[in-house]
């Protein structure tokens, strides 16, 4: 038998021709080689018809786009048609955290008979830098080289004033000509999520828009205000650092929202564009540790209750620290990916705190896990739709600040309700206080009131002491300027008001003392206050020792010849009457008198000079007299 020939089986040959074609597949890929003609862009990409009967259109559909990964693409190279495009509605452009560049193609088209004023607008703020090539396609031949017609930068990494409509988002004036067809080149970078919503206005549509927009953030931005003010004004009028940490929340998160919507860039400071970026992660890290302050404080996270719970807030407060610091140094791209996980952190940690204190049955922690719920609510949608993961970042701008504001207003009501609690509870513990020391006050009551009595006694006395002169009885000095200073005061009430002042002085006083002793001069001096005691009888008269051997009478309602009359009389009584000294030896003295009569306008020292005047006009004339206005010179 022959031997049998030798055959290769079928399903090995098919098996090579397959990977030579995958290999062959794979070689075109590699090195972008078109398997086909490139086919016309305007056949790719709907051209986008624009005529007065339309105000705008919010949704641009069908959008052509690629990805540059190596940054290597031109607007040329977008036109030619040569790349690989891909379509997508303009409110489903939206791509996570990359350093890819991407090119948008829009194609317009004028189809009215006069000229069109459009705007380009997209509708996200947070864009490093946008780039917008205006070409006109022809008005009929779209066949034609498409020639240049603007070219525009715009972007937080470029100079706000650089925007041709100066607005926190981007607008691009697009003017057509009748029949005219205009392609814009759309290059987007960021360090950022990258979200692209597109659409086409008239300046009436964007103004009412605008309007309605700055009406809500207005109202915002004034909320968040008035919330602030108001925990400030907590702080300063109690002393407390809660309602502080609350207002320096409400302050940043508010920041953080204006910068992320891209008003902070727009009013605060347009001329830095790297404060822009900046401010994001800052107030993101800063509104992050006051609420975790507020919340320590808030729901009373102390070592000594929750040593867990306050060991986590600590732990979490100095990495906030070391990040705030990391803002300036580290890329925008990474910081922004650090902070989030930060602040989901942070949140997931105070929103587990106030669980624990709620079941523990703690009523304003309820309050506080509620407004967390409202704040979860809005910042997931927010957060997705930030990162682009989500279209739609308007609107969820818009939610967020509702969950915001709401969170911010429970926190804030819930404060006030548990300062209340506490000053409540304190009204309790001193009404529990008061009632237990009723009786014993009621008990002391009479004590205290026997106390005060025997006080205003002794009180009186002490007073009646310090106006008397202890050697004899009479008014001191200071007991004789009060009873003058008080009838003088009587003259500014009466137009009749009267008053006659008389200082009398012993004669020869200091031979009294010399030849017979102290002893002696205090003996006549006592001597002298009985007399005048029981010959100055009126209740109204002032009776007083001025000094040394001076005597001093007030004699209020009394005319200046009866006071003359009754001052002889007192004289004549000293002059016939002698004074028994303790030895029983009799002494002999005269008194000199000085009388003035009080004239309007007089003050009590002048008074008192015109008397002291003539009392030395008595001692001149040989003593033992009296001398007065009526009998002087």
Same mark, same amino acid.
């Given at each position: 038998?022959?031997?049998?020939?030798?055959?290769?089986?079928?399903?090995?040959?098919?098996?090579?021709?397959?990977?030579?074609?995958?290999?062959?597949?794979?070689?075109?890929?590699?090195?972008?080689?078109?398997?086909?003609?490139?086919?016309?862009?305007?056949?790719?990409?709907?051209?986008?018809?624009?005529?007065?009967?339309?105000?705008?259109?919010?949704?641009?559909?069908?959008?052509?786009?690629?990805?540059?990964?190596?940054?290597?693409? &031109?607007?040329? $190279?977008?036109?030619?048609?040569?790349?690989?495009?891909?379509?997508?509605?303009?409110?489903?452009?939206?791509?996570?955290?990359?350093?890819?560049?991407?090119?948008? %193609?829009?194609?317009?088209?004028?189809?009215?008979?006069? *000229?069109?004023?459009?705007?380009?607008?997209?509708? %996200?703020?947070?864009?490093?830098?946008?780039?917008?090539?205006?070409? *006109?396609?022809?008005?009929?031949?779209?066949?034609?080289?498409?020639?240049?017609?603007?070219?525009?930068?715009?972007?937080?990494?470029?100079?706000? $004033?650089?925007?041709?409509?100066?607005?926190?988002?981007?607008?691009?004036?697009?003017?057509?000509?009748?029949?005219?067809?205009?392609?814009?080149?759309?290059?987007?970078?960021?360090?950022?999520?990258?979200?692209?919503?597109?659409?086409?206005?008239?300046?009436?549509?964007?103004?009412?828009?605008?309007?309605?927009?700055?009406?809500?953030?207005?109202?915002?931005?004034?909320?968040?205000?008035?919330?602030?003010?108001?925990?400030?004004?907590?702080?300063?009028?109690?002393?407390?650092?809660?309602?502080?940490?609350?207002?320096?929340?409400?302050?940043?998160?508010?920041?953080?929202?204006?910068?992320?919507?891209?008003?902070?860039?727009?009013?605060?400071?347009?001329?830095?564009?790297?404060?822009?970026?900046?401010?994001?992660?800052?107030?993101?890290?800063?509104?992050?540790?006051?609420?975790?302050?507020?919340?320590?404080?808030?729901?009373?996270?102390?070592?000594?209750?929750?040593?867990?719970?306050?060991?986590?807030?600590?732990?979490?407060?100095?990495?906030?620290?070391?990040?705030?610091?990391?803002?300036?140094?580290?890329?925008?791209?990474?910081?922004?990916?650090?902070?989030?996980?930060?602040?989901?952190?942070?949140?997931?940690?105070?929103?587990?705190?106030?669980?624990?204190?709620?079941?523990?049955?703690?009523?304003?922690?309820?309050?506080?896990? !509620?407004?967390?719920?409202?704040?979860?609510?809005?910042?997931?949608?927010?957060?997705?739709?930030? !990162?682009?993961?989500?279209?739609? !970042?308007?609107?969820?701008?818009?939610?967020?600040?509702?969950?915001?504001?709401?969170?911010?207003?429970?926190?804030?009501?819930?404060?006030?309700?548990?300062?209340?609690?506490?000053?409540?509870?304190?009204?309790?513990?001193?009404?529990?206080?008061?009632?237990?020391?009723?009786?014993?006050?009621?008990?002391?009551?009479?004590?205290?009131? &026997?106390?005060?009595?025997?006080?205003?006694?002794?009180?009186?006395?002490?007073?009646?002491?310090?106006?008397?002169?202890?050697?004899?009885?009479?008014?001191?000095?200071?007991?004789?300027?009060?009873?003058?200073?008080?009838?003088?005061?009587?003259?500014?009430?009466?137009?009749?008001?009267?008053?006659?002042?008389?200082?009398?002085?012993?004669?020869?006083?200091?031979?009294?003392?010399?030849?017979?002793?102290?002893?002696?001069?205090?003996?006549?001096?006592?001597?002298?206050?009985?007399?005048?005691?029981?010959?100055?009888?009126?209740?109204? *008269?002032?009776?007083?020792?001025?000094?040394?051997?001076?005597?001093?009478?007030?004699?209020?309602?009394?005319?200046?010849?009866?006071?003359?009359?009754?001052?002889?009389?007192?004289?004549?009584?000293?002059?016939?009457?002698?004074?028994?000294?303790? $030895?029983?030896?009799?002494?002999?003295? &005269?008194?000199?008198?000085?009388?003035?009569?009080?004239?309007?306008?007089?003050?009590?020292?002048?008074? !008192?000079?015109?008397?002291?005047? %003539?009392?030395?006009?008595?001692?001149?004339?040989?003593?033992?007299?009296?001398?007065?206005?009526?009998?002087?010179?």
């Amino acid at each position: 038998m022959g031997r049998p020939s030798q055959q290769f089986p079928r399903h090995g040959r098919s098996a090579r021709g397959w990977v030579g074609v995958f290999m062959l597949g794979l070689c075109l890929l590699v090195l972008r080689l078109p398997l086909a003609e490139a086919q016309p862009l305007h056949a790719l990409c709907d051209m986008i018809s624009l005529s007065v009967q339309q105000t705008e259109s919010p949704a641009l559909p069908d959008l052509c786009f690629v990805r540059d990964d190596d940054h290597v693409l &031109t607007p040329q $190279d977008v036109l030619s048609g040569r790349w690989p495009m891909q379509k997508r509605a303009a409110d489903q452009l939206a791509f996570a955290q990359t350093q890819a560049a991407y090119w948008v %193609y829009i194609p317009v088209h004028n189809a009215d008979a006069q *000229d069109r004023t459009w705007f380009l607008q997209l509708n %996200y703020p947070l864009l490093d830098q946008v780039d917008f090539w205006v070409f *006109d396609l022809g008005a009929d031949d779209l066949q034609a080289a498409p020639k240049l017609l603007d070219f525009v930068r715009m972007g937080d990494a470029v100079r706000f $004033d650089a925007r041709p409509v100066k607005h926190r988002l981007f607008f691009l004036p697009l003017h057509l000509d009748p029949g005219q067809s205009l392609g814009i080149v759309l290059q987007v970078q960021s360090n950022g999520a990258l979200n692209l919503p597109l659409s086409l206005t008239t300046a009436r549509a964007a103004l009412e828009t605008t309007q309605t927009h700055s009406l809500g953030q207005g109202m915002f931005m004034g909320a968040m205000l008035l919330l602030a003010v108001f925990n400030l004004v907590l702080f300063v009028r109690l002393r407390i650092w809660q309602p502080f940490f609350n207002a320096l929340y409400v302050l940043c998160a508010g920041l953080f929202i204006t910068s992320m919507s891209g008003l902070t860039f727009q009013y605060l400071w347009p001329d830095f564009p790297w404060l822009a970026n900046l401010s994001i992660p800052l107030t993101e890290v800063l509104a992050i540790l006051s609420l975790l302050l507020f919340t320590r404080h808030f729901l009373d996270v102390n070592r000594q209750a929750w040593p867990r719970q306050a060991q986590a807030i600590r732990g979490l407060f100095y990495l906030g620290l070391v990040l705030l610091l990391a803002c300036f140094w580290l890329p925008y791209a990474l910081i922004t990916k650090i902070n989030t996980v930060f602040a989901l952190s942070s949140m997931v940690l105070m929103f587990g705190i106030s669980i624990r204190h709620a079941l523990h049955g703690e009523r304003m922690a309820r309050l506080y896990l !509620f407004s967390w719920l409202l704040f979860f609510a809005g910042f997931l949608l927010y957060g997705l739709a930030a !990162f682009g993961l989500i279209p739609g !970042f308007l609107a969820q701008e818009r939610w967020m600040q509702i969950a915001l504001g709401s969170q911010i207003f429970l926190l804030t009501y819930a404060e006030v309700m548990q300062l209340r609690e506490l000053m409540d509870r304190a009204l309790q513990i001193e009404s529990a206080a008061r009632s237990s020391l009723q009786q014993q006050v009621q008990l002391r009551t009479a004590d205290l009131e &026997t106390t005060m009595g025997a006080l205003e006694q002794a009180n009186q006395q002490l007073l009646a002491l310090s106006q008397r002169d202890a050697l004899t009885g009479l008014l001191n000095r200071r007991g004789l300027d009060e009873s003058l200073a008080q009838l003088l005061r009587q003259s500014e009430r009466s137009a009749d008001f009267r008053l006659v002042l008389v200082i009398f002085d012993l004669d020869h006083f200091k031979r009294v003392n010399d030849i017979h002793g102290h002893d002696a001069g205090d003996v006549a001096l006592q001597w002298v206050a009985e007399v005048l005691r029981n010959l100055l009888r009126r209740q109204a *008269d002032v009776l007083g020792r001025f000094g040394g051997e001076e005597f001093v009478v007030l004699m209020p309602g009394t005319a200046l010849d009866g006071a003359i009359a009754l001052v002889d009389r007192l004289l004549d009584h000293i002059r016939r009457h002698q004074v028994t000294l303790p $030895d029983g030896s009799q002494l002999q003295i &005269t008194l000199s008198a000085g009388l003035a009569a009080w004239q309007a306008g007089d003050t009590a020292q002048v008074l !008192f000079r015109r008397a002291d005047t %003539y009392l030395y006009q008595a001692k001149a004339r040989g003593r033992d007299c009296q001398v007065s206005a009526a009998s002087s010179g």
